[in-house]
């Protein structure tokens, strides 16, 4: 069946420093793939998503891209910020099936 | 535009009791999920909905029924609550398969 995989946390990061949470996957289709990011005490939101290879989602300085040749889908980010201290899943929806795959989260700390 | 909104927000509650959580969407969304989160496991899908009048299983179904009387409500019952369904619920909906999923706020439940 499908799997998401990445990597444990917490990642503990200074202020500015150069962000990597990776995330690699299995699936029997041609996923969707997603960034969902939850701030402490809130339900989870998108961040970014890809629907196809070699397609780059981005949004608040936080990119990833859908390397299906590593099948993966790694999150940075250039230079953190406080306010960007939450957990972060990965997470696919494989094509003709409605549900999502997530991953177990990553927990990002980020200190001035 | 409210988006998703569950009920209650947190609850105690004793073990052998019933228990509905409600969930309740204004996006006209077709299919709509139940997630329980857990520390360490990330979400899981219990039940999901690809379109009113029908349901279907997810990873971690036992001890739970929904169901989909209309397009906007998908309430989630525990017939018989057990201190291993103490969670976190997230209720989330999308237009369709593959498509981004939107996520309520939560309920936060302690089965003692």
């Known amino acids: 069946g499908d799997s998401v995989t990445q990597m444990e946390g917490p990642v503990t990061l200074s202020e500015e420093a150069f962000l990597t949470i990776n995330c690699t996957y299995t699936?029997?289709?041609?996923?969707?793939l997603f960034w969902y990011v939850q701030y402490p005490g809130e339900g989870l939101q998108l961040l970014l998503k890809?629907?196809?290879?070699?397609d780059k989602g981005s949004n608040k300085g936080f990119e990833a891209t859908y390397r299906k040749e590593t099948t993966s889908f790694h999150l940075e980010k250039g230079s953190v910020q406080v306010s960007d201290s939450a957990v972060y899943f990965c997470?696919?929806?494989?094509?003709?099936?409605?549900?999502?795959?997530f991953g177990k989260g990553t927990m990002l700390l980020v200190s001035p | 535009i409210a988006g998703i909104t569950q009920a209650p927000t947190s609850q105690i509650l004793a073990a052998g009791r019933r228990m509905t959580l409600r969930c309740t969407q204004d996006?006209?969304?077709?299919?709509m999920y139940w997630y329980r989160q857990d520390l360490g496991l990330g979400l899981r899908l219990i039940h999901y909905?690809?379109?009113?009048?029908?349901?279907g299983k997810g990873e971690v179904p036992d001890g739970y029924s929904v169901s989909r009387a209309n397009t906007d409500d998908f309430p989630l019952t525990l017939a018989s609550a057990v201190p291993s369904q103490t969670s976190v619920y997230f209720c989330?909906?999308?237009?369709?398969?593959?498509?981004?999923?939107?996520f309520g706020p939560g309920t936060r439940l302690l089965v003692l």
């Open positions: 909905s690809n379109t009113a009048g029908t349901t």
């Open positions: 699936a029997t289709g041609y996923p969707s």
């Open positions: 996006m006209r969304h077709n299919a």
């Open positions: 890809a629907t196809k290879a070699d």
């Open positions: 989330a909906s999308t237009t369709r398969s593959g498509e981004t999923q939107y």
């Open positions: 997470a696919l929806s494989d094509r003709g099936y409605s549900t999502l795959t």
